[in-house]
């Protein structure tokens, strides 16, 4: 059995027990033990961000996705079988883009987790699961947990206190459990890595390198030059966060060196006697407290998803104290990745985040129930594609089009050799009339470091002619994967044969089968299956046609890209954006379930309206006939489930 000892160690001992209980509002984020944005300390007070909004009219915003959630507690009320709705886990990410500027303040992520229920997958196994330990050594069951150690929703959010990287950062956090009438205990860790928990298998996985977390190190001056895992350890008694201790994991060896940025607290916990590595309590090196807190009034309001309790009963309200709502200044703490390491202002503090409650204020007692570590800061990485990859015969005009753009992100084009852009090179499209190959670079917000890259070629190719009036549709699937594909074909009498060639770049495509055209009838329908199976994975998996005509000459299609296998969460995406001619809507799904998509102009009349059956996986719908519509804006709705995706579009002619 391990032994985790607890190691005083004093060096720089400040302990602060200072700790504002009052409600107070952080960074324009109103902290007060309720939920309700334009809504401070039990009264309307039209300007301060919170989780979420009652209607109450302000300024004041909301930082947490609501989509759905109508017909989530739809869902609720229709179903009262604890399984598999009510005991089921959901999450939501941030109402706005990452990294985006809103009310004057950086946003840099939030989430919202809904934990399992009842006969709970996400908890720790009796025994010897323990905080000091590598994930490695921690074990998971599917149980039932005692109810004041039950987690029902976790909450976190992380912004400046103003636009630029001088202003502290803040972590706002949040964690209701089903009992209120005993002292809470509950630790909010944070982890360099992609650490993740398997459910099948009861284990965690993708943890740190230094006895499963990622170490902090310093230079001989005390200058942190690389930063580690983070965790928040806190303590609920008496209807008051009674205290909340940081700790960073650092090799016990560092505990001789005086950190420039912050003052080791005098603890020291890791798995055993004389551990290498473990978590260090660390303060501020300047008086006053670092962190608010406090319990819910009787009767708050629970949000827009309403609350599971641990008997799977639907309740409106908290009871007094069931959510407990902090906030961490980190730069006072000095965990601050800009103020540590420079750098731009969308540095982020850790990658994914772990909540979990204990069973005592020891540090080291033993874990009960976690909500599964779950990521943040991810914006997507850039994924760029040519309307027209290849100039057939002619140099022409192609649209290269970044096909995820995100809200905050600025993207810059440049050529690597030879190639001409036409007008500007900052955007999330760009208009090109010479081959050549261009360079799309992600910024994740205007100032910031380059986040991500990609490349796409435009050949010239003096053998074809472009593509006329043949092709009609193409799209595709990935199940399990194997790719299906489809396309409809006009005046099909010009056709000999169809090439169907594979890339996973986008660039370089092979050869994975031909089909002989059939029949002279006007339009025909193809259809042909592409087995991944035996290929390794990659991101993505991209197909287009060679089409042989009777008369010699060939044409391609456009290019179409999938998911290369099954991806379980939902998605919805739409590209290009800005819309001429034709657009595709991209939907991942882990079920066969219809999806309804409505067009509506900007006055709310629909103009379009479609129906299709999606299958399991990706799948990809192509929607054209642009041509008789006004040019401007449109917003498409895609009804899938319980789920409502909403995107507007602007058709540009």
Partial sequence: MKTIIRLIIFLNPIFLCAQITTPVIRANFGVDGDLRANFFNGLIQAGNDDWFNNGTPGSGLFVIDTNGAASKVAGYLSDVSPWPRRMASFYRVMSKPTFSINNNRLWLDALFVRDYHGQDTTTFAAGSNKNGQSPDDWTGVVQGVPDKNDILDMFVHIRRAGPNSTDSLWLFGGISMDNTTGNRYFDFEMFQSDINYDRVSQQFYGYGPDFGHTTWQFDAAGNVIKPGDIILSGEFQSSTLSNLEARIWVEQSSLSITPAQFNWGGLFDGATAGSTYGYASIAPKTAGAFYTGLGCATNTWGGPFQIVLQNNALAVNYTKDQFIEFSVNLSKLGLDPVGLLGGDICGTPFRRILAKTRASASFTSELKDFVAPTDLFLAPR???????PVFCGAYGVSTIQVQNPWGSSVYTWTILGSGHIIGSNVGTSIQVDSPGTYIVTQQLAMGCNPYAADTVSIIYDSTCVPLERNLLSFKGTVNNLITKLDWRIAHNEEITSFEIERSFDGRFFDDVNRINAYGSQETVD???????????????????????????????????????AFVPKRSFAIAPNPVKDMLQITITTGNKEPVELLFYDMTGKIVRKMTSELARGSNVIGVDNFTEWQKGMYLIVARIGDTVYRQKIVLAK
Wanted: proline share 4%; net charge positive.
């Fill in 526 to 564: 193809y259809s042909t299956n592409d087995d991944l199976n035996l290929l390794t994975p990659r991101q993505f998996v991209y197909y287009r046609l060679k089409l042989n005509k009777v008369n010699g000459t060939i044409s391609y299609s456009n290019i179409i890209r999938l998911p290369f």
């Fill in 382 to 388: 850039v994924a760029a594609l040519a309307d027209i």
